[in-house]
C-alpha cells in the first residue's frame, strides 16, 4: 500500500516558460514520479510552446493552478522579482513550493515573507541549483565525514562563460553579486553549516564595447569571516573565454577538498608544442544538466516527506542578504557586518 | 515543408526487453523524434513491465510489428543468436534496421545474410555503442583531421568491473573475444579507416572460485596488423576493481590523442598519505548513459536520409570475423591470417 | 677574449651557515661559474662544517671576507634582522650583493637603505625564490606574451606543511604576513608587473596545542587592489597536512594561466575505494630545488652585465610594505591604503 | 669506526667520456661519496675535456687505473661493444663494476661472460637508468606491497623523441630492439619479478627522407608471456613529437598503478579553443637527470655492502635476450619461445 503510494506521481503547475523555465518543463515532463499539469505564463507564445511540448495546459494567470485541488506542488521559474509573491500566493494556496532563487529582489518584502511563512508546514524549498551537482555534494558529504577535519577556509571560484545582454545588466546594477555570486555565498554557508559574519567584496568592470557599453560591474571579490573562524573568498566573472568556471575547494586541519571544472570531453591531444584537452562544458546548462534533475528527484523526496537536504526560504533569505551587503560593501569600500 | 517531415516522429518497434532492451526503450520513449509502438518480447512478464513504462503496446511476437506499415523501424535488443534473424525479416519487411552488438554469432550465417542484405537500401546499423560516446568521437575527428598526422599505434585498454555470471560465460566459451573485445577490434577500424590483416592474441584464466568456477579465459591481450602499417594492441579484462576502464590512444607521425578514462565524480581529496579521486564510473549503463542518446539522434539522421556515420552489418561482420580470430590465436598460440 | 672573461669564476663570500645558508653554499660550491672561497658565520660549529663540505674557508666575522678584493660578490642567508646591515656595508665595499629575502624587519631602516642605495651601479638583488622556479616563470612569460589578455585577477594559495617552532612564531608575532606571505605580495607584483594600491586582510589562528601555544595567527587571506584594477586575493597558512601548497592562477580577459602544484611521484593508484597520487612535495627544500640552482645562474648572469629579472632591494622594500600593512589591516578588521 | 669508514669516498675510474660518459663524470664528481680519479677515454680531446672538467686524470688506456689498486670501483660508459670485455678485465682486476646497458652485443660472448663472473662476489651491475627513477620505483615498491593484488597484465610505453642519426641506425638494423625496447623488457622483468617465456613482436617503418632514409625500424610492438602468467605489452617508436613518452602501467587482481609522463612544467593555459599544457620533458637527460644520480647512490650503497636492488649481469643478459628474440619475431612474424 506504501509502496503503491510513494508511486503516485505528484501533480504539478509550472510557473513561469522562459528560458528556464523551458527546461525545467522537460525535465519535470520526463520524471517518472511527475505529472506536469499546468504551464502558467503571460506570454500565450511562449506558454503554448511550452505546454504543448511536455503535454500540459496553458494558462495564462496563475489563479486556476493555485485553486486546482489537484496540483499538489508549484514550481516558481518566473522572473526575479515575481517570486517572493509567487510563494506567498501558493502558501496560502497549501502547495508544496519550489522556487528558484533568488527569494526576492526587495529585502524587506522578503523578510515579511520568511516571517509569514513559519505557520506554514508544507516544502517550501528555493532552487539553487549547484547544491544539487553530483560532485559538490560529494564534496560536502566528504566536508561532513570530518575527512579534513576542522574547516579553516573556503575558496569558491564562479565564472560565466559570457555578459548577459547589455539592457539586463543596465537593469540590474551591482547584479553580479545578487545574480551570480548569491550562488556562491549560498554554496559557502551550505558547506560550512555556518552563517557569515561579515562581508568585504570588490568589484570591477573590465569588459568594454559592445557587452558592457554602460560599464557595470562585470567582475567582482568577497571575503566572508564566520561565526566559526573559517574564512572564505570568492571569485566571480561575467566573462571567461575558456567556459564556465565552476571550482569549490575547503581547505581544513586535516586536508583539502576540491570539487573541480568539467571539461567538454576527456580527450587529450599530445602536440609539439602543447597538449591540449577541450576547454570547460560551456555554461550552466550543460554543466548542470544532472543537478537540475537531481533538483526535481529531491523535490519529489521533500513533498512525500522523506528527509531532504534542499535549501529552504531561510536559505534564500540569508543569501541574499549577503549579496545585498556584498554589493554595500563593494561600493564604500569597507566591509560590513553581517549582524 | 521540409521542415515539417523532419520534425515528424519515427514509428519504431523494440525487439528484446531484457536489461539493454529496458534501456533503450526509456532513451525510444523520450526521444523527441521517435514513437515507440511496440516493444516484442516473448516474457510476457518483461515484455509488460517495459510496454507500460513507455506507452508502448507488448507484443509476444515480432510478427505483427513486422507486418504494420506505420512501424518504420525496428530496434532490435534481443539475445545475440537471435539478431541474424531478426534482421534479415526486417530488411525483407523494409524497416530501418538498429540491431545491438554481435550482428550474429554464426559466421557462416552472417556471411550470408551481409550477401542478402546487398539488395536493401534502407540503413541497417549495428549498435557499436562506443562509437556514439562524445569523447571518442572527438578523438576519431582529431585523427581524421590529421592534427596527428598518420597513425601508427593504436591502443585500447577495455576492462569491465566485474564478469558476468559463471553460467553465461560457461556457455560462451572464449566470450571475451566476442562480447567484449569484439568493440574494441570495431573501434580499432573505425578509428584506423582500414582493415585488420593479421591477429595474434593471448588469453588468461586470473580469476578463481566462485566467480569463474570454469576457469574460462577473463583476461585477453590482442595485436593486430593492418593494411596501412600500423599496429594495434588491445588489452581487456573481465575484472578491474577500480570501475570501468575504457581508453583509447592513438599515436601518429604528428603527436597522439588519448580517449581517457572518466570517473565518478571531479572530487579531489588531499590527505596527509595521499591525494584522492573517486573511482571510475562503474559500467557501461554510466559510462556510455550519453552514447546510447546519441545513437538514438544518430540512428534518426540516418532514417531521415541525413549523412551518418554509424556502423552497418559489414562493420559489424568485420570486428566478428577479428574476435573469432583472435579467439583461434588465443587457443593457438600463433597469429592468424585474416586474408 | 669576451668568452674567456665571461667563463672565468665569480668569487663568493657566502654570509651565513644556518639551514639555507648550508643549502645555498652547497649549491654554490657545485656551481660550474661560482668559487666559493669565504663562509662567514658567527657560529664556529656551523661555520666549520659547511665550510669544510664545500672546500671553502670559515670566517667569524665578514669584515676579511668585504675587504678581500677578489671577492667580487657576498650572498647573504644570515637572519632576517641583520640583513640591512649586511647590505649597507657590502654595498659600500662594492660588492655585488644576493641577500635573502627580507631585505630587513625595521620598515624605516629600510626606506633608509633604499635611498642610499641609489648611487650604487652594481647588482643588489633580493632572494625571492619563488620567481626562480621553472613553472612560476612560465606562468609570467604567458601573460607577458599577452596569451590571456589583460589580467582582471590573481589567486595565489601558499600554505606551509608545519607551522614553525613556537618559540619562533611567539618571536615574531604576525610573522605569517612578513616570514611567508610576503612572497605571495612580492608574486602578485612580479605577475602583474604594478603596484598595490590597497591591501585588506583576515588572520586566523586554529592550530591549538604544542604547535601553536600562544595562539599566533597561523592562517590568513589578503585582498590587494592594484593600479591597473586587478585584483589579487591570497589564501595562505601554516599548516597544510598534504604538503606543501603553492598554486598562482592568473585571470584575464582572453583566458586564464595556472602554475600548479608539485606531486612527491607521477604514480597513480586505482583500487576499489579511490584513485590515490602521492601527496605534494613536502616543502620548499624539495619544491624550490631546481628554483635555488636557477637563482645562482640568474645572479652570474646579472654580476656579468647580461640582462635579468632578478627582484631587487625596491621589490624587496614593496613585498615587505604590503606585509607590514596587511598585518595592520588584519588587525584593525579594515582596508589599509598602501599610498 | 664503522661511521667513519662508511664516510669514506670511493675512488673510481670512469671509463668512456663520449655524451653519457660525461654525464656520468660530472654526477660522479659532484657525488659527496666518490672520489673521480681517472677518466679513460682513446680520445685526448674528449678525455682531456672531462677530465679537467671534473678534476680527474685523463688516460687513453684502462690499464693503469685497472692495475691501480687505490681505485676500488669501474664505471664503464664506452661504446656498447666494448662492454664485455671492460668487465671481464675490471672483474678479474677485482674491481666493483658499473657497466651502462647494454651487458655486451654478442649474445653467445654475452653467455661466456655471465658464467666466467660466477666465481667473482665483488658487485658487478648494470645500468639500467629507468629502474632508479623514483616514480618507476615508486611503482615497484607497490606492486611488491600487494596493494594491486596478483599482477595480470604489463603495459609499458616508450617513445623517444627523434630517431638516433641514420647513421647509427643503418650501423645497428633492428636497434630498437636491443637499444631502447632492452629497457622496456628490464622493466618487465623487474616489475613482475618473473621471466618471460615467449615473446612476440611486431616491427614497423614509419619515418621516411633524410631521418630514416634506410627505412630501418623505427616502431616496434612486443608482448611477453611470463611463468606466472602475466602478460605484458609493449610499444615503443623512435619519434614523438610531443617529447619523450615514457609510462608504466601494471594491472593486478586488486587494482592498478600507473608511473605516468613528467611534463615541462606544472603550468595549464586556459584559452577560448583549448586547455594547454606543455609537452613532455623532451629526452633522457631531463627524465632521468635524478635516476642518474640515484643510480650513483646505490652504486655506493652496493659497493659500502649495504642491500641494494640494483640489477645485475644476469639482469643485463636477460633483457638483451629477449631483446633478440624480439628482432627475431618480428622478422620471422612468428612468436618466438625463450626456453
Chains 1, 2, 3, 4 share one sequence.
Not at 505546454?51 to 508549484?74: F, I, M
Not at 518566473?78 to 510563494?87: E, K, M, Q, R
Request: glycine share 8%.
Amino acid at each position: 500500500m506504501v509502496e503503491e503510494m510513494t508511486n503516485q506521481k505528484i501533480t504539478v503547475a509550472l510557473i513561469g516558460a522562459g528560458f528556464i523555465g523551458e527546461l525545467h518543463a522537460k525535465n519535470l515532463a520526463r520524471h517518472a514520479d511527475v505529472a506536469l499539469k499546468y504551464v502558467v505564463e503571460p506570454s500565450e507564445a511562449l506558454g503554448r510552446k511550452v505546454a504543448d511540448a511536455t503535454g500540459a495546459r496553458w494558462l495564462s494567470d496563475a489563479a486556476e493552478a493555485y485553486e486546482d485541488s489537484s496540483v499538489e506542488a508549484v514550481w516558481i521559474a518566473s522572473p526575479a522579482n515575481t517570486h517572493t509573491d509567487f510563494i506567498r500566493r501558493a502558501a496560502k494556496a497549501g502547495k508544496a513550493i519550489f522556487c528558484e532563487k533568488p527569494v526576492g529582489m526587495n529585502m524587506e518584502d522578503v523578510d515579511v515573507l520568511v516571517s509569514e511563512l513559519r505557520e506554514y508546514k508544507q516544502p517550501i524549498l528555493i532552487g539553487f541549483n549547484r547544491r544539487f551537482d553530483a560532485s559538490h555534494a560529494r564534496l560536502k558529504e566528504i566536508v561532513e565525514s570530518g575527512a579534513i577535519g576542522e574547516v579553516e577556509m573556503v575558496s569558491i571560484t564562479s565564472r560565466d562563460p559570457n555578459p548577459p545582454p547589455p539592457a539586463y545588466m543596465k537593469a540590474t546594477p551591482g547584479g553580479i553579486f545578487y545574480d551570480t555570486m548569491i550562488h556562491d555565498f549560498d554554496i559557502a554557508r551550505w558547506v560550512l553549516g555556518v552563517e557569515a559574519t561579515e562581508v568585504y567584496a570588490t568589484a570591477s568592470s573590465h569588459i568594454n564595447g559592445e557587452l558592457n557599453p554602460d560599464r557595470e560591474y562585470d567582475a567582482a571579490t568577497a571575503t566572508l569571516k564566520t561565526t566559526s573562524g573559517a574564512v572564505c573568498q570568492v571569485s566571480a566573472s561575467r566573462r571567461a573565454v575558456y567556459g564556465y568556471d565552476q571550482r569549490i575547494e575547503v581547505f581544513g586541519s586535516k586536508g583539502m577538498v576540491q570539487s573541480q571544472n568539467h571539461g567538454k570531453t576527456n580527450v587529450k591531444v599530445y602536440g609539439a608544442d602543447a597538449i591540449r584537452t577541450d576547454p570547460l562544458k560551456n555554461f550552466f546548462i550543460d554543466r548542470y544538466a544532472d543537478a537540475y534533475v537531481r533538483e526535481i528527484d529531491q523535490f519529489v523526496g521533500a513533498v512525500r516527506g522523506e528527509t531532504t537536504n534542499f535549501p529552504n526560504v531561510w536559505d534564500g533569505r540569508q543569501a541574499l542578504h549577503i549579496s545585498m551587503e556584498a554589493l554595500k560593501s563593494a561600493r564604500s569600500g569597507s566591509p560590513v557586518s553581517l549582524k
